[in-house]
């Protein structure tokens, strides 16, 4: 019994490391939301399992802050009430040790990110909780969770370097666009006047 139980919250758990995954590849901020709030449910479940109140409470409320931030970006009343519900569940269940410390550190810096940031400097932002992330995990001496802020670290860089290249190509092709542009003026205006001389 106790051997399926165990294969249970694994079985969860990588369900939501591939969700958790796939929202990090996604190049659309609306679909890497939606993808992390499905992941924040497995991992509430996963933490739960495992009695980790601190961890499993704050990713229930995670499925909803993700929820809310599609439509409600940079509404700090909303902002302020998510804030106060992660210092709520780190007075309430943490154990003032460095680790909880660090648990609820990464939380609000993702619930800013969330909030006040998009695309390229939303993951950036990211990316620092998961190195907060990695040093929780590290010294929770946790090998499996150590591993996976490994994946996530290079996860997010990825996706960072493409959304960048990504950038730097539409740029090149809006200055492209305008110098074609700028040259098709010259052009017509070197013409116009051409024709405006010879009428006289």
């Known amino acids: 019994m106790f051997e399926y139980a165990n294969i249970t919250w694994e079985f969860v758990w990588m369900i939501a490391l591939v969700f958790n995954i796939i929202s990090y590849l996604e190049k659309n901020d ?3 939301f939606i ?3 499905i992941c924040s449910f ?3 479940i996963h933490f739960l399992w495992l009695w980790l109140l601190t961890a499993s ?7 909803f802050k993700n929820l809310a931030v599609i439509k409600h970006k940079k509404n700090i009343k909303l902002f302020s009430i998510f804030a106060i519900v992660y210092v709520i569940i780190w007075f309430e269940t943490g154990n003032w040790e460095i680790l909880s410390y660090l648990l609820t550190l990464w939380s609000i810096l993702s619930l800013f990110a969330a909030f006040y940031f998009r695309w390229i400097s939303l993951r950036i932002v990211y990316l620092i909780v998961t190195f907060i ?3 929780y995990s590290f010294a929770w001496n946790s090998i499996s969770w150590t ?3 490994l994946v996530f670290i290079i996860t997010l860089s990825s996706s960072i370097y493409v959304l960048y290249r990504r ?3 539409w740029w090149k092709v809006r200055y492209c666009k305008y110098l074609l542009h700028r040259k098709w003026i010259r052009l017509f205006a070197s013409r116009h006047r051409r024709l405006k001389f010879l009428r006289y």
């Open 30 to 32: 609306k679909m890497m």
């Open 35 to 37: 993808m992390l709030a």
């Open 42 to 44: 497995f991992y509430w």
């Open 167 to 169: 950038r730097w190509f």
């Open 147 to 149: 591993l996976t802020s």
């Open 57 to 63: 409470v704050i990713n229930f409320f995670d499925v």
């Open 133 to 135: 992330y990695f040093f």
